[in-house]
Nanobody, 128 residues
Framework: QVQLVESGGGLVQAGGSLRLSCAAS????????MGWFRQAPGKEREFVAA????????DSADSVKGRFTISRDDAKNTVYLQMNSLKPEDTAVYYC?????????????????????WGQGTQVTVSS
């Protein structure tokens, strides 16, 4: 059974950086499309970034483009989200997710309902 555990969240001032990690266990990590989503209080969960099985294709939401970078290390069964130039509006619980249907498509990557397993989330708070 696949499990995902996020880490790396915390409190940071606006303009600062954080790197989130998501460690997978119980499955074949290299077969999964991986995504990051976030949910702010009172708002719906929204897409942040996704990465294909090979790592050769990535997508990110317009709101984070140029500031956030998704990457993966299959040797460590881990996906990362490097977040730079953080803004107060980035404050949210960040979740990683795995899509077992490995063929990457942009429309699927954005759709949270396509993902099969989710982590418990990690809180990111950006102060102004």
């Amino acid at each position: 059974q696949v499990q995902l555990v996020e880490s790396g969240g915390g409190l940071v001032q606006a303009g600062g950086s954080l790197r989130l990690s998501c460690a997978a266990s119980g499955g074949t990590f290299s077969n999964y499309v991986m995504g990051w989503f976030r949910q702010a209080p009172g708002k719906e969960r929204e897409f942040v970034a996704a990465i294909s099985r090979s790592g050769g294709i990535t997508d990110s939401a317009d709101s984070v483009k140029g500031r956030f970078t998704i990457s993966r290390d299959d040797a460590k069964n881990t996906v990362y989200l490097q977040m730079n130039s953080l803004k107060p509006e980035d404050t949210a619980v960040y979740y990683c997710a795995a899509d077992f249907v490995g063929r990457y498509s942009r429309s699927n990557a954005y759709d949270l309902h396509r993902y099969d397993v989710w982590g418990q989330g990690t809180q990111v708070t950006v102060s102004s």
